[in-house]
Nanobody, 115 residues
Framework: QVQLVESGGAKVQPGGSLTLSCAAS????????MGWYRQALGKQRELVATITSGGSTGYADFVKGRFTISRDNAKDTVYLQMSSLKPEDTAVYYCNVPIGLLNYWGQGTQVTVSS
């Protein structure tokens, strides 16, 4: 059974930094692309960053230059390093892995950027 568990969410001040982790289990995750999404209160879930099985990365325009996605296949873990955080980055952040026709999600971790 595929499971994704996010951690690392917290309340931080504007301009601060935070690193999120997503620990995966239940399959060989090194074979799959993975991604981070976020959903702010009252808004639709949106793509933040992706990383392929080969390590190529992609970012939404609103996080380019501020966020970095990475993965450690030995630990079946994907990370999201966030810096220069803004109040508009406040959201629940979700880890995602598409496998075949299925999309797997974690439970999410709350990031709040506020002074």
């Amino acid at each position: 059974q595929v499971q994704l568990v996010e951690s690392g969410g917290a309340k931080v001040q504007p301009g601060g930094s935070l690193t999120l982790s997503c620990a995966a289990s239940g399959t060989i995750f090194s074979r799959f692309n993975m991604g981070w999404y976020r959903q702010a209160l009252g808004k639709q879930r949106e793509l933040v960053a992706t990383i392929t099985s080969g390590g190529s990365t992609g970012y939404a325009d609103f996080v380019k230059g501020r966020f970095t996605i990475s993965r450690d296949n030995a630990k079946d873990t994907v990370y999201l390093q966030m810096s220069s955080l803004k109040p508009e980055d406040t959201a629940v952040y979700y880890c995602n892995v598409p496998i075949g026709l299925l999309n797997y999600w974690g439970q999410g971790t709350q990031v709040t950027v506020s002074s």
